[in-house]
């Protein structure tokens, strides 16, 4: 079965240094990865996606992710974080089983990025 | 949040009652979806729509219902089965092209 985890509920880290949240993942085949955001009382915003290619990912917000199939993750980094980056984030795999209509969420990771 | 909208933006029931929460969007995608989110537990499926006059249950499907008319307007009902409603519903597309889901605002549902 497919599945994301997102170790950390929480990262804090201090304005201008380098940020990592974590995922990883499990799914049969070849995956599709996803990181979105969420702002307080907002719905999810699309970050970035990894379907083939380059295993680094250059998204929205000068977030990128990295690929790395032999230890199925797919961290999300930024060099260097912004007050304004704190937010709810969330990884997701596309379930290619039936179509590939149905998208799996973790659990979510809050960023908390101090001034 | 895309060309999706979603109302209300707060929505308050009475137990007992069945709510209707609107989804529209003008994205002209076909696949539509209703996330439940909780804290932190994620966004969990609730129906899903591939197409028009066509809708499948999620993982937690129990105590709520669907229709797909249009392929615009995706309403979900809460009804009076679901036992613990108060929860943060967001609807989404997803674009077949990109493979990119785009979100709308979310209704948040609380019973009284």
């Known amino acids: 079965a497919q599945s994301v985890a997102q170790p950390e509920d929480q990262v804090n880290v201090a304005e201008g240094n380098p940020l990592t949240v974590k995922c990883t993942y499990s799914?049969?085949?070849?995956?599709?990865l996803f990181w979105y955001v969420q702002y307080p009382n907002r719905g999810l915003q699309f970050l970035l996606k990894?379907?083939?290619?380059?295993?680094l990912v250059k998204g929205s917000y000068g977030f990128e992710a990295e690929f790395n199939k032999s230890q199925t993750s797919f961290h999300l980094k930024k060099p260097s974080a912004l007050v304004s980056d704190s937010a709810l984030y969330f990884c997701a795999v596309r379930d290619m089983s039936g179509g590939g209509f149905k998208t799996i969420f973790g659990a979510g990771t809050r960023l908390f990025v101090k001034a | 949040d895309g060309g999706i909208t979603q109302s209300p933006k707060y929505l308050f029931r009475k137990e007992g009652q069945n709510v209707t929460l609107s989804c529209e969007q003008n994205l002209n995608h076909d696949a539509m979806y209703w996330y439940r989110q909780d804290p932190g537990q994620g966004l969990r499926l609730i129906y899903y729509s591939q197409i028009v006059n066509d809708f499948q249950k999620g993982d937690i499907a129990e105590g709520y219902s669907v229709s797909r008319e249009k392929k615009e307007s995706f309403p979900l009902t809460v009804t009076s089965a679901q036992k613990n409603p108060t929860a943060f519903y967001l609807c989404a597309s997803i674009d077949r092209g990109t493979d990119t889901q785009y979100f709308g605002p979310g209704t948040r549902l609380t019973v009284l």
């Open positions: 799914v049969s085949g070849n995956p599709y």
């Open positions: 990894y379907i083939t290619g380059d295993n």
